[in-house]
């Protein structure tokens, strides 16, 4: 009897002991497959993308491809665990010797890094749509339709001409996964950010609505691209002329009309283009800016230097700065000097 009780008990210890360890092996494969680290590659970090419309299979295929994870087959059952299945889209930060736990939850949340977007010296809705899709997901052409969009610049109380102006040059913080729809409204907000009570004041004192800052901005730009210092005598010279109903009589205008940037010397037989641009044919300033004016150069508009200059002309040095003149008489004296000296350089276009 007391032996068969020895036997029941040593049975029931072995059964338990098996027991506990099945237990034990089962959860420590659950707490490898949850907690364990499963990020193991040289460097500390990694950047990764996850684009939009993406479902888990893709997710867990890049992440196989690209090494981050070696088993696929724990991730997904993690996953299926903690009812994950649509990544949010981002651009991520994969740091060395995260879970799977880890890596869902990241995922999941779409905490992700921000990205320093800076875009200047552009000319062109083409020129923008191509920064911008460089460093954000968002899609190029798609940017480029809503641009030139009646009913989308409308939204937003522009016209297709003048939309261009929404859009301020400067570095902003966005996310890589950001929408064309996106961007462009965070540039609204942008912009509404930059037209204070005090610079919508100084636009109505000059006579200007916000629209035809940007536009004569964009202008004073392309007349002076280096001297940033000359950009309010600038301003000064064509607010002057406006005021007196002269034309503008702008090169760059000229340039941006015939849509040939590689043109140095513009010559009388590029000024009989027809075009609203065309602001040696027409009087005011033409439809829409001719570049995206950076802030200098709004400013340089909003705080323009108040003289009595009609006529500017490149100096003959080369230096980027400009003689001024208020006769005609004495601003051909500057003319012939600089085009002796284009000239003399053999520059002929």
């Given at each position: 009897m007391r032996k068969k009780r020895k036997e029941n008990i040593r049975y029931f210890l072995l059964l338990f002991l098996t027991l506990l360890s099945a237990t034990a092996y089962i959860s420590y494969n659950y707490y490898v497959k949850i907690f364990h680290a499963v990020v193991d590659f040289v460097e500390e970090e990694r950047t990764f993308y996850v684009y939009s419309g993406w479902s888990f299979e893709d997710l867990s295929t890049a992440l196989f491809v690209e090494g981050i994870i070696q088993n696929q087959e724990s991730f997904q059952w993690v996953a299926e665990k903690k009812q994950f299945s649509t990544p949010k889209a981002g651009k991520y930060t994969i740091t060395k010797g995260l879970s799977n736990n880890e890596l869902i939850n990241l995922f999941r949340s779409g905490h992700q890094e921000t990205i320093q977007l800076t875009f200047n010296t552009i000319r062109t809705a083409e020129e923008l749509a191509s920064r911008v899709g460089k460093q954000l997901e968002c899609d190029s052409l798609e940017l480029i339709r809503l641009m030139q969009s009646p009913e989308y610049a409308n939204k937003y109380g522009f016209n297709p001409a003048t939309?261009?102006?929404?859009?301020?040059?400067?570095?902003?913080?966005?996310?890589?996964?950001?929408?064309?729809?996106?961007?462009?409204?965070?540039?609204?907000?942008?912009?509404?950010?930059?037209?204070?009570?005090?610079?919508?004041?100084?636009?109505?004192?000059?006579?200007?609505?916000?629209?035809?800052?940007?536009?004569?901005?964009?202008?004073?730009?392309?007349?002076?691209?280096?001297?940033?210092?000359?950009?309010?005598?600038?301003?000064?010279?064509?607010?002057?002329?406006?005021?007196?109903?002269?034309?503008?009589?702008?090169?760059?205008?000229?340039?941006?009309?015939?849509?040939?940037?590689?043109?140095?010397?513009?010559?009388?037989?590029?000024?009989?283009?027809?075009?609203?641009?065309?602001?040696?044919?027409?009087?005011?300033?033409?439809?829409?800016?001719?570049?995206?004016?950076?802030?200098?150069?709004?400013?340089?508009?909003?705080?323009?230097?108040r003289h009595d200059y009609i006529y500017m002309c490149a100096k003959a040095d080369f230096s980027s700065y400009h003689h001024f003149s208020k006769s005609l008489r004495q601003h051909n004296i500057y003319a012939r000097q600089y085009q002796n000296e284009l000239n003399r350089r053999r520059i002929m276009q």
């Open positions: 939309f261009f102006c929404m859009f301020i040059p400067n570095t902003y913080d966005f996310y890589w996964s950001t929408s064309a729809e996106e961007f462009i409204a965070r540039m609204a907000v942008e912009y509404k950010k930059y037209w204070t009570e005090d610079r919508k004041e100084k636009a109505r004192s000059i006579g200007l609505s916000q629209s035809e800052v940007s536009i004569l901005a964009s202008i004073v730009q392309a007349e002076q691209m280096i001297r940033v210092d000359e950009r309010p005598m600038v301003a000064g010279l064509y607010i002057n002329r406006l005021k007196r109903g002269m034309r503008l009589q702008s090169d760059p205008t000229l340039v941006y009309a015939l849509g040939d940037f590689s043109i140095n010397r513009v010559l009388n037989k590029h000024k009989v283009i027809e075009s609203p641009y065309n602001t040696y044919k027409y009087a005011g300033l033409p439809p829409g800016p001719i570049n995206l004016p950076e802030l200098s150069s709004l400013e340089a508009v909003l705080n323009y230097k």
